[in-house]
């Protein structure tokens, strides 16, 4: 088995981790050839929930706008469960990361008078949204990537899955990676851990995810000890693309921004009836909304209406969703309605960490989506999810170049892998169908006995990429339903109608 050693390894290739990585190559120590740093993916680089963002990223740069109005409006989406030192602390520290992000090389648009071009999003009260058309994350995941130089003490090693993680009794991580290229093992040992692994979408049978986001980070944290919050708040978009009982692609927030209107079968407009922020509401409550309606009308879809946007917007605008629903739909967007339903898009909750991204664990960090960090609170305020990941990569730089550890002092460790015949599908049919947007008791019961039945009576199989993830899936999506059956309000994204009803819709 190959043996290799880092200072900081780091899992995960989307801005979270490719921030970090950009971050601790600019240090002084790094410089100085004193560190030593490796990323690793499971798949391609590029294969990532970061290259599919669309609408893109919150900070304060308008005239009129100010740093209070973006706390408020992240308190008020987040029903304020945020610790709001912690969003006074990435709001105040927005601007800045945007430069970091334009410095990279991210062309933000911009407008005729030369600046930059924000657009206004559901639940921000100003225009605040930097954008790249309705590509942005594609925009940043290529600018992350070509600025990430290589060298001997900066590896990058993609298709490469971690499959295992030990904490030595000296404190040293030893990670047990496959590679899928090579379809062979091997060990790498370090000093400090990022889990910058991403999200959990497809714990969802309808997820807007990559699926790569099979929830990984939370399933090594919480083995080695670290404290898991929140699993269960799971932000759903309200508009995922309706395609042959399918969700094929994501219809960006940014869309209803610029005027677009939910209609019900009946091309009636509905969202005034559920809250007086309309179509811009936040997307909890866009999303109960949509379902309610769906309920009441008994249909499988309800329509985005963008028909009266001008040709300029959509095109200037708006260009990849004009031509998927093209090419998947035959639909012109200008002239016909977009078929919608609400799709699992967003973990908010994840891998608890302090305000450098440390867990509880010492010298093991949690980075982007699979964090924890208290900026969204019980609902993550559009465009502030890629703005947290950057904003705790800077953040974590600050600890992660503290201290260094010896590296001379390896304790032995056995790794046991573990891979079971799992029904992926029954899974994710479980939790789609018992912990999606309106849960209840009996329900989230049920699927808890089931997922454990799952559990104990895997039949153990010779190891596959796809079958260790499924393990993974029925790990977290366990561990999201036991946080389900803890929560006792009905709070942002969190909805059980056996609690107290205080929300609305
Ligand atoms: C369709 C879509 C649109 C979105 N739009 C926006 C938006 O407009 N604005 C916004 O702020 N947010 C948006 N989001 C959310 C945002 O994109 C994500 O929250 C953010 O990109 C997550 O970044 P990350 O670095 O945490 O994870 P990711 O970008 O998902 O990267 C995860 C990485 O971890 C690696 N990995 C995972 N497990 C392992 C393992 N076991 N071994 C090795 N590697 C592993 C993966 O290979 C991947 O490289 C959107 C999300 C989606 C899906």
Not at 176 to 196: G, P, R, W, Y
Not at 198 to 204: E, K, R, S, T
Not at 292 to 306: I, N, P, R, S, Y
Not at 357 to 374: D, K
Request: proline residues 2%; aromatic residues 8%.
């Amino acid at each position: 088995m190959i043996h290799s050693h880092h200072d900081i390894v780091i899992v995960g290739s989307g801005i979270g981790g490719l921030s970090t990585f950009l971050y601790l190559t600019e240090s002084d120590a790094f410089k100085a050839g004193e560190l030593s740093l490796c990323l690793i993916a499971k798949s391609t680089l590029s294969t990532t929930n970061t290259d599919w963002a669309q609408g893109g990223i919150a900070a304060v740069h308008a005239i009129g706008d100010d740093v209070e109005k973006h706390i408020e409006d992240t308190m008020v989406a987040g029903a304020d469960v945020n610790d709001k030192q912690v969003v006074r602390k990435v709001v105040e520290a927005a601007p800045a990361l945007l430069n970091d992000l334009i410095r990279w090389g991210t062309c933000f648009d911009k407008n005729a008078a030369n600046d930059y071009d924000l657009a206004q999003e559901g639940g921000h009260s100003e225009a605040r949204i930097w954008h790249v058309e309705d590509q942005t994350g594609h925009a940043i995941q290529v600018a992350l990537m070509q600025s990430a130089i290589v060298s001997d003490n900066a590896k990058i090693l993609e298709n490469t899955l971690l499959v295992n993680v030990i904490k030595d009794v000296n404190g040293l991580f030893h990670l047990h990676l496959f590679d899928v290229t090579n379809a062979c093992f091997f060990e790498i040992t370090t000093s400090k851990l990022v889990l910058a692994t991403g999200g959990a979408g497809m714990l969802y049978a309808k997820t807007t995810n990559q699926h790569v986001a099979t929830g990984d980070g939370i399933f090594f944290a919480q083995k080695l000890g670290a404290t898991i919050e929140n699993l269960s708040y799971v932000q759903f978009h309200p508009t995922g693309l309706f395609h042959d009982g399918n969700i094929s692609f994501l219809v960006t927030e940014a869309l209803r921004g610029a005027g677009a209107v939910l209609r019900n079968q009946q091309g009636i407009a509905f969202m005034h009836q559920y809250d007086k922020r309309l179509e811009l509401a936040p997307r909890d409550i866009v999303s109960r909304s949509i379902i309610t309606e769906m309920k009441k009308q008994g249909d499988a879809c309800v329509w985005l209406d963008a028909t009266h946007l001008s040709s300029e917007v959509i095109d200037h605008h708006f260009p990849a969703i004009k031509s998927q629903c093209k090419a998947l739909l035959n639909i012109d967007i200008a002239k016909e309605l977009i078929p919608v339903v609400p799709v699992q898009h967003y973990s908010c909750g994840g891998i608890k960490v302090d305000v450098f991204g440390e867990t509880n664990v010492s010298g093991l960090f949690a980075i982007g989506e699979v964090a924890s960090t208290g900026l969204h609170g019980a609902n993550r305020l559009a465009s502030n999810s890629l703005l947290e990941a950057i904003a705790f990569a800077k953040f974590a730089t600050e600890k992660l170049l503290d201290t260094k550890h010896e590296v001379n002092l390896k304790a032995p460790v056995h790794f046991k892998l573990e891979c079971f015949d799992i029904d992926r599908n029954q899974v994710q049919n479980l939790i789609s169908q018992h912990a999606g947007i309106i849960k209840n008791t009996k329900g989230l019961q049920q699927a808890l006995a089931a997922l454990q039945f799952i559990k104990s009576n895997a039949v153990a199989v010779s190891f596959d990429p796809y079958q260790f993830a499924s393990g993974v899936l029925l790990d977290v999506g366990i561990l999201l339903i036991e946080d389900a059956l803890r929560q006792d309000q009905n709070r942002g994204v969190f909805y059980n109608e056996d609690l107290v009803n205080d929300l609305v819709p």
